[in-house]
């Protein structure tokens, strides 16, 4: 790939104003809560895209393409059986709790809730998840333009996460929440003609679905039997372990994503948010799935004259990660070829603004403001939120080198944050739905979903991982594995918390207002609203939607 | 914080695809490298999204 003036263009053009929106809104910034939190007035557009964005990383984009190109249509799964239903579920249900006890985090509304040990817990495996993301995310963007643009290595992290640190800094979270809509836009427009292009090359649909073995244009049908789809997965783990714990743990508790519907104007945006971003995400597919399945079906060899195929891993199998990047290298000629390098890159830095901004929240509102300098006045926290985005970056940066020194190192942060992330669901379900769950069912479901997610790993073995402690059970894929280590870990979390809550002491009612579903009174105004207005008409209005898309590629 | 002017960047985003869009439209006709049409078919579309970003809300204000 060899970039001309006019996509070093392009490139220089983005880098400029992302900046430029940091130094705009850096005037506006006075008070933690205004750098932290954007003082909850950001309007609705802006939450729902940023909401959407915040989960479109890097990893979100090549990886979908891969999996598109790996396992065929299956991969919409990861949208219309996992993300819609989620989202809809966090719209109606949860946000009236997350926005409505004013907790300013994640963390801080288990405090609300629970007790400090299991506040703690989350904060501090939150904030160390979020640098290890981040710090990923560089490394894979180094890497990336190393290898397709033969850029250094070293000058490629200390440039991107330069830019990433200056607007973060300058405009805290409403910076990164307003490039997050500009990296929004720039990745949907900039791959949507390689899209046209690349289905028009493939001979359409409707020659994809002849050239390709069903499995690969089928959603549901080959589900029955693992031995009968490439993902080696039956619809009940898919089910359970995609569709219920991975998707609404993720969706429904990280907080790097639900942190942009905290920070609406009011309640009914932020209960709009997750459900207006779910519009979008309902043809996302096109954009990030469906390019992988031109990318193998460009491979038949009835194609072959269209030069295209995706490149060799070094163990001489396809490196499926570099699918996307060798579609726009193989269809965009100079100037289009600038604009998709530009939206690899604003993904890449999208994904590691998302965590940083969500580190400095956690760090300053639930580790430093809660165990180090309780009290201090407002300047102090504003300060430390500057200081902890500036300290993010750097040991981003770390973590990055750490990862390019160790090898499986990302497979392994990858495998922790899943046994870490797999059971919490369960934890905030007991809890906004189930008033008599206690702070210690609470904490102790969290640490035995933990470890019996640990256990689960070590002893299911699938593409030669796992099976640590013995591997009695082989699976189909890797993926298949790890919906089968979620679904258990929830299902401890869940029975542990619900056992010892039975044998301990809850909180009592007065103290549960706004905090639990039963003990909160429903708010009289959302009925006023027309019904487009309101987020449960919207809501199973999609879903109504996302169960027609599934029907039409069952 | 005053919200009302802080939030009101979608002129600055519709700048950006603005200038992308000549970039690639610019590109077309004088990088032989960028000569094909495809850079301006997509930078056309681009400019109009800019136009959109910048000048729809006011349209749309107008309109109600």
């Known amino acids: 790939m060899q970039l001309h003036v006019t996509d070093y263009l392009i490139i220089a ?45 890097a990893q979100e984009v090549l990886g979908m393409v891969a999996s598109g190109a790996k396992y065929g249509i299956m991969t919409v799964h990861f949208y219309w059986v996992g993300a819609i239903f989620a989202m809809v579920f966090l719209g109606i249900f949860m946000m009236p709790f997350y926005y409505g006890s004013k907790a300013r985090s994640v963390p801080e509304y288990l405090f609300l809730r629970f007790d400090e040990k299991t506040r703690a817990l989350n904060a501090v495996t939150f904030a160390v998840m979020t640098v290890f993301s981040s710090g990923i995310s560089l490394y894979a963007l180094a890497k990336l333009l190393e290898v397709i643009l033969h850029w250094d290595f070293n ?163 396809r490196d499926y990660t570099m699918t996307l990047p060798s579609l726009i290298a193989h269809y965009y000629p100079n100037g289009l070829l600038g604009v998709g390098i530009t939206a690899l890159i604003a993904s890449f830095m999208s ?105 689960t790993h070590g002893l299911t073995i699938a593409e030669g991982k796992g099976g640590w402690i013995s591997p009695a059970f082989t699976i189909g894929s890797g993926m298949a594995q790890a919906f089968i280590v979620a679904g258990v870990s929830w299902i401890a979390n869940f029975v542990i918390t619900i056992i010892v809550s039975l044998f301990t002491t809850p909180k009592p009612d007065e103290a549960l207002k706004g905090l639990v579903y039963s003990l909160t ?14 987020p449960a008409p919207i809501g199973w209005l999609l879903i109504g939607l996302t169960l027609l898309l599934n029907w039409i590629f069952f | 914080m005053s919200s009302n002017k802080l939030t009101n960047l979608s002129p600055i985003i ?9 970039i690639l439209i610019a590109g077309y006709f004088t990088d032989p490298a960028s000569a094909k049409p495809i850079n301006l078919y997509a930078g056309s579309g681009f400019a109009l999204f800019g136009l959109l970003m910048c000048f729809g809300g006011k349209l749309l204000k107008r309109g109600a």
């Open chain 2, 14 to 22: 519709g700048i950006f695809f603005l200038i992308t869009g000549a």
């Open chain 1, 155 to 317: 000058l490629s992290i200390l440039i991107a996460a330069g830019i990433v640190m200056a607007y973060t800094f300058l405009g805290g979270l409403t910076s990164a929440v307003y490039n997050e809509v500009l990296q929004f836009f720039l990745i949907v427009l900039g791959l949507s003609p390689l899209v046209i292009v690349a289905l028009q090359d493939a001979g359409g649909w409707d020659n994809i679905k002849t050239q390709l073995a069903p499995q690969f244009t089928h959603a549901w049908k080959y589900l029955g039997d693992t031995a009968d789809n490439p993902m080696g997965i039956h619809y009940s783990s898919l089910l359970f372990g995609l569709g219920f714990v991975m998707s609404f743990g993720y969706w429904c508790t990280d907080f790097l994503v639900v942190q942009r519907a905290m920070i609406a104007r009011n309640l009914n945006s932020a209960r709009q948010t997750p459900i207006m971003a779910a519009i979008p995400k309902l043809f996302m597919p096109l954009i990030v799935v469906l390019p992988g399945v031109i990318a193998i079906t460009l491979m038949h060899p009835s194609l072959a004259a269209k030069g295209y195929s995706i490149p060799q891993a070094a163990d001489g199998g």
């Open chain 1, 351 to 455: 994904g590691m603004a998302g965590n940083v901004t969500a580190f400095n929240s956690v760090f300053t509102y639930d580790i430093y403001q809660a165990y180090i300098a309780k009290g201090k006045p407002d300047r102090h926290y504003l300060f430390i939120g500057k200081f902890i985005t500036v300290a993010g970056v750097l040991f981003s940066i770390g973590t990055a080198y750490i990862a390019k020194s160790f090898n499986n190192i990302n497979d392994f942060l990858q495998l922790v944050f899943s046994f870490v992330n797999g059971p919490l669901f369960a934890t905030f379900l007991l809890g906004m739905f189930w008033k008599r769950t206690t702070s210690h069912g609470a904490f102790s479901g969290l640490l035995g979903g933990t470890i019996a997610a640990a256990i």
């Open chain 1, 13 to 57: 053009a983005y880098f400029a104003f992302v900046i430029a929106v940091g130094f705009l809104i850096k005037k506006k910034i006075h008070t933690s809560n205004d750098f932290l939190n954007s003082s909850r007035s950001i309007p609705l557009w802006i939450t729902s895209l940023a909401f959407i964005s915040a989960n479109l990383g």
């Open chain 1, 521 to 534: 009174p429903k708010a009289a105004t959302e009925e006023k609203l027309v019904w487009w207005k309101r």
